[in-house]
């Protein structure tokens, strides 16, 4: 009886660091998407992968624009649909920003020589990245965007992906810690 107790004890604190790796957030329009993205941006390093997540007109572009106001690029932002990848160069770091939701192989993503930019200098941030799944690196920034209780709402569930705890419990913290005006929602 004390075995199956504190088995389910260790179980019950294994499903408690599971919630702690992601965190839900909530806005209430565009400009508040931006604005999210725009903290967000105040936390990423060179190198990041931002995969992001949700249907058409989740706000996954919304989010790229304060993303790139953040890292300090002036120009504008516009969805990559057509183009696959856009650059924007200027700020603290460059950003690449894709859209592979046209993509009719994900096997193109080689064409365009996608490792300088997913694992180069600056932040990649890829709309539809579940599309591409073979090609996300393991450590990896996951925004999830689907609607909220109204229409104007928006909940982004963040999530650090990597096979490393302590660098996963590091990220985490530090975008919990920038995004804290957001709200944590569960
Ligand atoms: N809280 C919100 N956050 C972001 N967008 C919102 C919000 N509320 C309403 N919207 C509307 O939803 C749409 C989001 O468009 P956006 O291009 O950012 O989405 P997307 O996820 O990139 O779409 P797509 O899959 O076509 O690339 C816009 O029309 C925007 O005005
Ligand atoms: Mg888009």
Known sequence: MTGQGSSKKI???EQALKDLESIVF????????????A??????EAGDFIALEGDLAAGKTSLVKGLAAG????????????????LYEGGRLPLYHFDVYRLKRPEELEDIGYEDYF????VAAVEWSNETAAYLP?????????????????RI??????SREDWRQRRLQQFACLLKSYGVEE
Request: cysteine-free; glycine content about 14%.
């Open 11 to 13: 179980k019950e604190s």
């Open 26 to 37: 909530q806005t209430d329009s565009p400009a508040a998407t931006g604005a999210f993205g």
């Open 39 to 44: 903290l967000l941006a105040q936390g990423l």
């Open 71 to 86: 890292l300090g690029y002036a120009g504008p932002v516009t969805s990559p649909t057509f183009s696959l990848l856009q």
């Open 119 to 122: 694992y180069g200098e600056g």
């Open 138 to 154: 393991a450590n990896r920034i996951e925004l999830k965007l689907s609607a909220g209780a109204s229409q104007d709402q928006r």
């Open 157 to 162: 569930a963040l999530r650090v992906l990597g």
